[in-house]
């Protein structure tokens, strides 16, 4: 660590620092921040160190946007820390780190025997998209802590690792953490839809989540079919729209807009006149001018009537589509 020099810093200052008062101490060590001073890093990280666990909390904050070789290993270490409150800000303030030359410091992290040490340091990794992060992410999609397997799937997401699709299918439909799954199943969206092997790992995987029992998940496959376009999923879609969370149906209702899955037409009608939540509506008549069958044009101009304005503008919009065949 650079030696902190006390001549850099006003006497008045140096002995509020010093003060016996961590609150004093936690204020000067603001204030010392606000200047954004590459010369005051060291008292910053110091304040890593300090008695006080709220101050080291703080100093972890302060450090944020801040990427020098000295405060990502300083900060490395403090994700030890017996505090779980300063443990937590280290995490975050890595995690925003932007400069792909903090990874050194980093990359032992994602393979480290501590739970949340890993996770943080994958976490931490995921969008500095460094190639040598693939390994550790890899390594930890079986580790036993749903933390630690969340950020690997993230990393291997950010990276778009089409070689780890299979285990991300196996995560998709199988983790036992609800939201590992989740974010498998919207991993599942790096695949290229064009290569068959490819399509058929993630349409499979896909079609499962839809029958997941957390709606999340539902949500997140019901979204990533849509965004691949993998028409095969159509049926399992349509049977979504009458899934009893309307975030699955909204997501149902614009992939197969997005698959201009003419065989939905009726059953996205259907969302029209029947449901109380208007974005619903709204998201149905986008969804039946994407798709572009002219079978929808009286379900359309019915909609005209609506009572919200914005489904009728909508409405309007994708009529006047249909009429143009565009």
Same mark, same amino acid.
């Given at each position: 660590m ?13 002995a509020?620092? /010093?003060d ?13 921040a ?6 005051h $890093?060291?008292?910053?990280?110091a ?6 666990a709220? $101050? ?5 904050r302060? =450090?944020?946007?801040w ?9 490395? !270490? ?19 780190l932007?400069?792909?030359e ?6 032992p992290l994602? /393979?480290?025997a ?7 340091g =994958?976490?931490?990794?995921r ?8 390994g ?8 036993p ?13 950010? $990276?778009?690792?089409?070689?780890a ?12 953490d609800?939201e590992v %799954?989740?974010?498998?199943?919207g ?8 290569q068959?092997?490819?399509? %058929?790992?993630?349409e ?6 839809l029958?997941?029992v957390?709606w999340?998940?539902?949500?997140? !496959? ?8 993998l028409?095969?999923?159509v ?9 009893e ?5 909204l997501?149902?209702t614009?992939?197969?807009?997005q698959l201009?899955?003419?065989t ?6 259907r969302l ?19 798709i ?8 359309l ?6 009572p ?13 589509? =249909?009429?143009?065949?565009?």
């Amino acid at each position: 660590m650079t030696p902190i020099d006390i001549d850099v810093l006003p006497p008045e200052l140096q002995a509020r620092l /010093g003060d016996a008062d961590a609150s004093v101490r936690r204020i000067a060590l603001i204030e010392l921040a606000d200047e954004q001073d590459e010369d005051h $890093l060291p008292w910053l990280i110091a304040g890593l160190s300090d008695p006080d666990a709220e $101050l080291r909390t703080e100093a972890a904050r302060l =450090l944020a946007g801040w990427e020098t070789p000295e405060v990502v290993e300083a900060l490395a !270490a403090a994700l030890r820390d017996e505090s779980e409150a300063v443990r937590l800000a280290v995490a975050q303030t890595l995690s925003e780190l932007k400069s792909a030359e903090a990874a050194p410091w980093l990359l032992p992290l994602a /393979g480290d025997a501590d739970a949340f040490v890993r996770a943080a340091g =994958l976490r931490a990794l995921r969008e500095l998209r460094v190639s040598a992060a693939v390994g550790p992410a890899l390594a930890s999609l079986g580790h036993p802590s749903a933390a630690v397997r969340l950020e690997a799937v993230g990393v291997l997401g950010w $990276l778009k690792q089409r070689a780890a699709l299979p285990e991300l299918a196996r995560l998709a439909n199988g983790d036992p953490d609800p939201e590992v %799954r989740r974010a498998a199943t919207g991993a599942l969206g790096l695949a290229d839809a064009a290569q068959a092997e490819q399509a %058929r790992i993630a349409e499979t995987a896909l079609v499962r989540a839809l029958a997941d029992v957390a709606w999340t998940v539902r949500e997140e !496959a019901a979204a990533t079919l849509g965004k691949l376009k993998l028409t095969g999923g159509v049926p399992n879609l349509v049977a979504a729209l009458d899934d009893e969370y309307w975030q699955v149906r909204l997501k149902a209702t614009r992939a197969l807009g997005q698959l201009r899955a003419t065989t939905a037409v009726s059953a996205v009608g259907r969302l029209l006149d029947q449901q109380a939540i208007s974005n619903l509506r709204k998201e149905a008549a986008v969804a039946l001018g994407e798709i572009g069958d002219p079978a929808a044009l009286p379900l359309l101009e019915s909609a005209e009537a609506d009572p919200d304005p914005e489904v009728r503008k909508l409405a309007r919009l994708a009529r006047t589509r =249909l009429v143009a065949g565009e």
